[in-house]
């Protein structure tokens, strides 16, 4: 893989995609217990791929920028599988041993979950785009995001915001989605 020209980099990340695509409909479909297995074996396949790629040197750098794309998502993929993956793990022990389930327990992990990844991608862009700005500390992040999350969701009059980082015009900015 180290001697790919041009057209085929781009054509191997293209594929790339698919197969993250591909390996994401599966996992849906996992938890929606359409299938029966964990498409465990898909996800190595992506794993070993990152891995070759991680061992080259791109010659353009629109192609390092959309490599280090798909290495974003697939790391907050993952994440997310793992986690929905031990929430259901969870919550089948606890149903056979007689206990009551605790959303709240749940929404509470996945809460503090989602400040640790919003802080993490924070921290990437900042590395990447402006490596002269000093980031706030992850407590300083959690607690405005928190304060946001309260008011918004009493605005939006929602369930939840889920948060987001961007870097538009030169300016990190955070995102906010409501769910309903």
């Not at 920028?65 to 974003?72: C, G, L, V």
């Not at 007689?98 to 991608?121: A, L, T």
């Not at 000093?134 to 929602?158: D, F, G, I």
């Amino acid at each position: 893989m180290a001697n790919l020209d041009e057209n085929n980099i781009d054509e191997q990340l293209r594929l790339l995609q698919i197969k993250m695509q591909d390996l994401k409909f599966d996992y849906e479909r996992y938890f929606a217990k359409d299938l029966k297995l964990e498409p465990v074996r898909k996800r190595e396949d992506i794993d070993r791929i990152l891995v070759k790629f991680s061992q080259m040197h791109f010659i353009k750098a629109s192609q390092k920028f959309t490599y280090e794309n798909i290495i974003s998502k697939f790391v907050a993929l993952k994440r997310y599988w793992d986690n929905r993956s031990k929430m259901l793990e969870l919550s089948k022990i606890k149903k056979e041993e007689g206990m009551p389930v605790k959303s709240n327990d749940h929404n509470n992990r996945m809460e503090k979950e989602q400040y640790r990844d919003v802080y993490d991608e924070y921290l990437k862009l900042i590395s990447l785009r402006s490596p002269s700005l000093k980031p706030l500390s992850y407590n300083a992040l959690k607690a405005t995001l928190e304060t946001k999350r309260a008011q918004l969701v009493a605005q939006y009059n929602c369930k939840d915001i889920e948060f987001k980082v961007d870097f538009e015009n030169s300016k990190l900015k955070f995102k906010a989605v409501p769910k309903y």
